[in-house]
Nanobody, 126 residues
């Protein structure tokens, strides 16, 4: 069975950096587009970033463009999210996910993702 385990969350101050990791198992990792989403209480889960399987093309939400970097290590079945210049509004639970759609137009939609981790909490204080 597919298992995704996020780690690396924590409490930081505005302007700091964090690197989230996602360890995957039970899946042909290098065959899938992978994504990061985040969610705050009372709000929908929102797209943060995605990276494709072939070519490693990356896509970002406008809110994180230029501050966050998504990367993958297919040899280690690992997905990463480097978060720089963190802001209080980045506070959320962050989830990694496996995209089951082959359409790039779908990669920002939660419905395109079939497997999710349990999440890791990021808190950014001002």
């Amino acid at each position: 069975q597919v298992q995704l385990v996020e780690s690396g969350g924590g409490v930081v101050q505005a302007g700091d950096s964090l690197r989230l990791s996602c360890a995957a198992s039970g899946i042909t990792f290098d065959s899938y587009t992978l994504g990061w989403f985040r969610q705050v209480p009372g709000k929908d889960r929102e797209f943060v970033a995605a990276i494709t399987s072939i070519g490693g093309d990356t896509f970002y939400a406008t809110a994180v463009q230029g501050r966050f970097i998504i990367s993958r290590d297919d040899a280690e079945n690992m997905l990463y999210l480097q978060m720089n210049s963190l802001k209080p509004e980045d506070t959320a639970v962050y989830y990694c996910a496996v995209c089951e759609s082959t359409l790039l137009t779908q990669i920002t939609h939660t419905t395109a993702y079939g497997h999710w981790g349990q999440g890791t909490r990021v808190t950014v204080s001002s």
